[in-house]
């Protein structure tokens, strides 16, 4: 069973970058397309973009800027970093495998990390 | 991006009774639609994908429906395990968005 576990910093100051980690085992990381979302406490869900193994990635255009998506397959890791946080960036992040697997259509997705909390504030 | 509208926003059901979530897409989505449910604490979990493609382990009485704008997930007969909040999710074009949830309580 395929199992991810985000991990990083819980608090990130405001205007630094966020880096977070997706370390996935159960399953290579190769031949997935793998998605990032978060959630603000008490809201609902945002993809934040996607990446394949072979580094190819989409992102949200409302992140589009700030976003930066890579994978380490040596690791079996994915990587994500945000960068000039604000606290509107405060959020649980996730990371996900898609459904789809080398598709490169968009798809849901099937199995999700528990979810990591990152705070941002001054 | 396409916007997706989930109501209600919430419900009160009993163990044993029907629910019904609608979700509506801005615009037309084909079946690149997806359900999930949400426990408090923990990550979505998807239950059903393509419209009406139950999830490998997800008990029948949950199912899907819809085509084009307007897309309905069912609950046939509530279980405790089910009160959760739901979400609706397209994935037709970039980015994949969700609708804002629906929140199914204890009556």
């Known amino acids: 069973q395929v199992q991810l576990q985000e991990s990083g910093p819980g608090l990130v100051k405001t205007s630094e970058t966020l880096s977070l980690t997706c370390t996935v085992s159960g399953a290579s990381i190769s031949s997935y397309y793998w998605s990032w979302f978060r959630q603000p406490a008490g809201k609902g869900l945002e993809w934040v973009g996607r990446i394949y193994s072979s580094g190819s990635t989409n992102y949200n255009p409302s992140l589009k800027s700030r976003v930066t998506m890579s994978l380490d397959t040596s690791k079996n890791q994915l990587s994500l970093t945000l960068s000039s946080v604000t606290a509107a960036d405060t959020a649980l992040y996730y990371c996900a495998r898609d459904l789809s697997g080398s598709s490169s259509y968009f798809s849901s997705s099937d199995d999700w990390g528990q979810g990591l909390l990152v705070t941002v504030s001054s | 991006a396409i916007r997706m509208t989930q109501s209600p926003s919430s419900l009160s059901a009993s163990t044993g009774d029907r629910v019904t979530i609608t979700c509506r897409a801005s615009?037309?989505?084909?079946?690149?639609l997806a359900w999930y449910q949400q426990k408090p604490g923990r990550a979505p979990k998807l239950l059903i994908y393509?419209?009406?493609t139950l999830q490998s382990g997800v008990p029948s009485r949950f199912s899907g429906s819809g085509s084009g704008t307007d897309f309905t997930l069912t609950i046939s007969c509530l279980q405790s395990e089910d009160f959760a909040t739901y979400y609706c999710?397209?994935?037709?074009?970039?980015?994949?968005?969700f609708g804002q949830g629906t929140k199914v309580e204890i009556k």
């Open positions: 615009q037309g989505i084909s079946s690149y």
């Open positions: 999710q397209q994935y037709y074009s970039s980015p994949p968005t």
């Open positions: 393509a419209v009406s």
